[in-house]
């Protein structure tokens, strides 16, 4: 059996007659930039969300770099994030001349909120928690700590579309959030797209003139921005696929189930646990395993693709070497860049594919 990583063909074959309509209307219409495609995915999104604004942008990178400039980040200032992320939510920090300073996971993959205040000086000025793998970080305590301590809360919600913690949705919690419509995504485009989410009238106005060369009017252009939007083909797009991400999210957590149920007391193999309050949407499914690359390499032989998120966590990056990071200030993000596997996970998973995978782990592991 060949079981792809991902299989976005799988998603599009299933709704091809609407998304080739939906196409078709944009490139009929020439809405190309702008336009009613973009506004009614952006209302669509807010709307869904249950937030006032939705700004959309052209991937989920430049989203958070957007939110960090508008809040006034910049040079002298720290912005705390994650150890273990993808790259982008520590360069946008970079790119604004602020520093960003890392803080340790917790057991569930997210930013451990017991060892966030040690990490906060006087230049702190803002926070950035990621829902890593689609898994709600422990917002309520993060919050409780922003506002103490007088600091902008950014959630990075690009892997964790609709996920929530304490009956709450993540990106509703802080000043702002940012989505990412990468292909692969939960929610995905067929192309770079992103978003940015607030309930801020001022931020929202703010956000939407920047990412647009700094204008609200065609040439008035009242600070220097940048050029970020989302296209019309992508909106019309990612509009037809939105009704349908609740359906597909449950299709994932009962793909989450099905290996939760069949790999449960297999001792090489720690799955995933939900923190408490928290939901998974579960655009990765991440165990731990001992022996990693050779078992990578036994599930290869078998026609399983599996990933690594991410190889090295971001204090250990080339990028930051400079800094000297040692593995003892960030243990569980260096323990885990050694043992963290991906398994195959999307709606289209049957418990037939499920059972396959684990059937060939177990094979690895009792040879
Ligand atoms: C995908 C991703 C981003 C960036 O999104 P792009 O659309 O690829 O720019 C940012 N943060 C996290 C955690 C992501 O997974």
Redesign the pocket.
């Known amino acids: 059996m060949k079981i792809p990583f991902v299989d976005l063909l799988a998603q599009y074959r299933a709704h091809q007659a609407e998304i080739d309509g939906a196409l078709r209307d944009v490139i009929e219409s020439t809405a190309f930039i702008g336009g009613r495609f973009v506004k009614e995915f952006e209302e669509s999104y807010a709307r869904e969300y249950g937030i006032k604004h939705c700004v959309s942008v052209a991937?989920?990178?430049d989203a958070?770099y957007i939110v960090l400039r508008m809040l006034g980040i910049g040079p002298g200032d720290e912005v705390i994030t994650t150890a273990h992320?993808?790259f982008?939510?520590a360069e946008t920090i970079g790119q604004t001349g602020a520093t960003p300073v890392f803080v340790d996971v917790d057991e569930f993959y997210n930013i451990d909120p017991a060892r966030i205040e040690a990490a906060i000086t006087p230049r702190t000025r803002a926070m950035i928690p990621?829902h890593?793998y689609g898994q709600a970080a422990r917002m309520e305590q993060i919050q409780e700590i922003c506002l103490r301590r007088g600091l902008q809360l950014i959630e990075?919600c690009?892997?964790a579309h609709f996920a929530t913690h304490a009956g709450k949705r993540v990106g509703t919690f802080g000043v702002a959030a940012t989505f990412?419509f990468?292909p692969g995504?939960n929610l995905g485009a067929y192309g770079?797209a992103?978003a940015i989410i607030t309930g801020d009238d001022e931020l929202a106005t703010r956000f939407r003139m920047y990412a647009n060369h700094g204008q609200l009017k065609k040439h008035e252009h009242q600070i220097e921005g940048v050029n970020s939007r989302l296209d019309g083909l992508q909106a019309a797009l990612l509009s037809k696929k939105l009704p349908h991400i609740h359906d597909w999210t449950r299709r994932r957590q009962a793909v989450a189930e099905l290996y939760r149920q069949q790999l449960a007391g297999f001792e090489p193999v720690t799955v995933p646990e939900c923190a408490p309050g928290s939901t998974h949407v579960y655009h990765l499914y991440v165990v731990r395993v001992p022996n990693r690359e050779p078992l990578r390499e036994f599930l290869r032989d078998r026609g399983i693709e599996t990933g690594v998120h991410y190889p090295t966590a971001l204090p250990f990056l080339t990028a930051y070497r400079a800094r000297n990071h040692q593995p003892q200030e960030f243990p569980r993000a260096h323990h885990n860049q050694d043992t963290i596997l991906s398994l195959p996970i999307y709606p289209e998973m049957t418990e037939e594919m499920v059972t396959y995978v684990v059937e060939a782990i177990r094979a690895f592991y009792g040879k």
């Open positions: 991937n989920g990178t958070i992320s993808w982008s939510t990621v890593l990075d690009a892997q990412s990468y995504k770079d992103g």
